[in-house]
């Protein structure tokens, strides 16, 4: 843990107070922007058809579009009736299991005496074959390639990255989960490897700050990644139940360069100068109103999504969980990312391989194993050869179509 003496030694090798402020101030502009647009009813998180990514019919304005808001909704992913079937097949998987009473017997009071609203689940047969899914690949080598990845990553190629299951009901107050950025926090101040991406940043050049460049990102192996061995180039998931605002489901800052300000922020002269307003190493940073009121501003929650549609957002994204489920039906999603092709990637598949042979916890996650002894969950014979390309059991790329 670095002291406070070692973070106002940082601070005096990055630019001055004044530098700052001007950053902090161009990004407020654009979150009150956002809040306006908002207050007048527009829908400022972009959306595009799986149909559109597929036939190269992506109008030509949206890339550009996606890069600035650093988020996407994709409609059509998956067919409504396969998100249902799927939704179906995991609610019996976790019936015929126990799995909430094996998650209560883990995490004592964590969900009340209701249903855990997230499960410690990675290995059900849905999830494998929604990861393996050709048209996964080829929405993800549609999404890596809105990066600057040329020398960092494949765009075209895939590695698996294990996630959870969200399967929240009406009425939660469980899960709520306030704003935060994920992956390495505090190290994006202290670590100078974490540091390349916001070389920029810390040099007062806002306008020359690439939050899709991938120069330094990939190579990023500090203890401070919060937990995350892997380089997302997006994080996201697939909606397996129609949900939106106020039903409990995700809000986000639609700002990609909104990180500037939050790296910049412990450098204003109200800020003591040990602080980084809050940011530790090996935990999520969280923006707040005494320090990122700012942006908070912005905070929107992504727009009505139908079973099928998934949603994705940059790594470096300020997001949260509404904190209230408001609504009549469940909003239930898989966790799925985009984890491109590259060194750090394939680096982190033979452990991950080994726990889904055992029904483990993937090395990232707590070491719940809940899925060790449950019954129907997914092992190596439902990896088709793109499945077993992404768990780096066979080399090469996926072919250029994903099928």
Excluded at 50 to 59: D, L, N, R, S
Excluded at 233 to 261: K, Y
Excluded at 363 to 378: C, Y
């Amino acid at each position: 843990m670095n002291t406070p003496v070692e973070i106002a030694a940082l601070k005096q090798t990055v630019i001055g107070h004044a530098a700052a402020a001007d950053g902090i101030a161009a990004i407020a502009g654009e979150a009150a922007e956002i809040a306006a647009r908002v207050a007048d009813g527009e829908e400022v998180v972009p959306d595009v058809s799986f149909a559109a990514i597929e036939h190269g019919g992506v109008p030509a304005d949206l890339p550009a579009l996606v890069r600035r808001r650093g988020c996407v909704v994709v409609r059509g992913t998956f067919a409504p009736a396969q998100a249902a079937a799927w939704d179906a097949e995991i609610a019996d998987y976790l019936a015929a299991n126990g799995a909430d009473a094996r998650s209560h017997a883990l995490r004592p009071g964590r969900w009340g005496s209701g249903a855990p609203q997230m499960y410690s689940v990675y290995w059900s047969r849905p999830q494998v074959l929604a990861r393996q899914s050709s048209r996964m690949a080829t929405l993800r080598r549609w999404l890596n390639r809105l990066w600057h990845w040329s020398g960092q990553f494949d765009p075209d190629g895939d590695c698996t990255y294990a996630d959870r299951i969200r399967r929240r009901l009406p009425g939660d107050t469980m899960l709520a989960l306030g704003p935060h950025i994920d992956g390495g926090v505090a190290g994006r101040w202290l670590d100078p490897a974490m540091r390349v991406p916001y070389r920029a940043v810390f040099a007062g050049d806002l306008a020359g700050f690439d939050p899709f460049a991938a120069a330094g990102r990939v190579a990023a192996t500090g203890p401070d990644r919060n937990a995350c061995a892997a380089f997302r180039s997006w994080q996201g998931w697939t909606a397996l139940t129609a949900q939106g605002p106020g039903d409990g489901t995700l809000q986000v800052v639609p700002i990609a360069r909104a990180i500037a300000a939050v790296l910049l922020r412990p450098l204003l002269a109200d800020v003591p100068a040990g602080s980084l307003c809050g940011a530790e190493s090996g935990s999520a940073l969280r923006p707040v109103a005494e320090w990122h009121a700012d942006l908070l501003r912005a905070l929107v929650p992504i727009p009505r999504v139908a079973p099928g549609d998934s949603v994705w957002w940059h790594p470096d994204l300020i997001h949260a969980v509404e904190a209230r489920h408001d609504g009549s039906a469940p909003s239930n999603v898989m966790y799925i990312p985009a984890a491109p092709d590259c060194p750090r990637n394939r680096a982190a598949l033979p452990a991950q391989y080994a726990a889904f042979v055992a029904g483990r916890s993937p090395p990232d996650f707590p070491a719940d194993d809940l899925e060790t002894r449950f019954t129907g969950r997914a092992g190596p014979e439902l990896l088709d050869a793109a499945g077993r390309r992404q768990m780096g059991l066979m080399s090469g790329s996926a072919p250029s179509d994903g099928r």
